[in-house]
């Protein structure tokens, strides 16, 4: 599978997820799309949740050829827009009567200044914000059909973050690479402050860092240092990037491995738990951002 050094941490688990439901944000590309692949290659029951669901469609029949399941849905999910992710959320509740594993896997990343439907940055908005709305109006159906998973993809990128109560559209300075990494601050301290309110109810809360992979992601990468850098190095670059498929690897580890069965609130790296630096553990910090949250997304 691995074409380099650096492909990283690989998911051995053979468990099935026959008779499982599964909800992967973001399943049209990239390692949603190949998490997506992998879990329904085990059975399950796969809703697909894409912005462009046309892309989602093609994807699906996809993998309904590459698995010969006929357990493959897609459904409507703009994360940048609150109305759509009640739409979705509401949907679900109708039509499920249980729910496996949430994974949300979606995000952009570095994008130029943007806003969301709701007026909120847009990286915020999407990794942070939108998935931070979606799990908390599905928390009922998964503590039903618990032991039950929530997924969250973060990212190294973590280390630079700051949570920046001040201002954190960064309304006053943009800037693309500090606001994505507070996102994904954001995503660990969403996962761990929800670990702790889910204790006792079979709902377990994690989080991973993919690698540093090849996807549409990487889209908006501008500037002259990047284009220089790109010139330079893309036949090494690409070498040094995991492959969507082993990026993946730890999104399915922790969506399907019975290794983590009833393992809650932690940070993986490569299917290992990976210790958080000390400015990623602030209980304060992880109460405060959920009480601001709740406030933003109207909870």
Known sequence: MSHSYWAGGVCTSKASMVGKTVIITGANSGIGKESALDIARRG????????????????????????????????????????SVRTFAEEIKRTENRLDVLLNNAGVMMCPPMKTADGFEMQLGTNHLGHFLLTNLLLDLLKSSAPSRIVNV??????????????????????????????????????????????????????????????????????????ALSVMASPLTKLM????????????????????????????????EVQLLPHATDDEVGQKLWEVSEKLVGL
Not at 205 to 220: E, S
């Open 241 to 272: 990037m995991k492959t969507p498929q082993e990026g993946a690897q730890t999104n399915i580890f922790l969506s399907v491995s019975e290794e983590v069965e009833g393992v809650t609130g932690k940070y993986f790296a490569d299917c290992k």
């Open 154 to 227: 973060s990212s190294r990128a973590y280390l630079r973050g700051k949570i920046n109560f001040d201002d954190l559209m960064f309304e006053k300075k943009y800037n693309s690479s500090a606001v994505y990494s507070q996102s994904k601050l954001a995503n660990i301290y969403f996962t761990t402050e929800l670990a702790k309110r889910l204790e006792g109810t079979g709902v377990t809360a994690n989080c991973l860092h993919p690698g540093v992979i090849d996807t549409n992601l990487l889209r908006h990468f501008t500037g002259a240092g990047w284009k």
């Open 44 to 83: 399950a029951r796969v809703i697909m949740a894409c912005r462009n669901t046309d892309e989602g469609e093609k994807v699906a029949t996809e993998i309904k050829e590459k698995t010969g399941s006929t357990k493959i849905e897609v459904r409507k999910l703009d994360l940048a827009s609150l109305a």
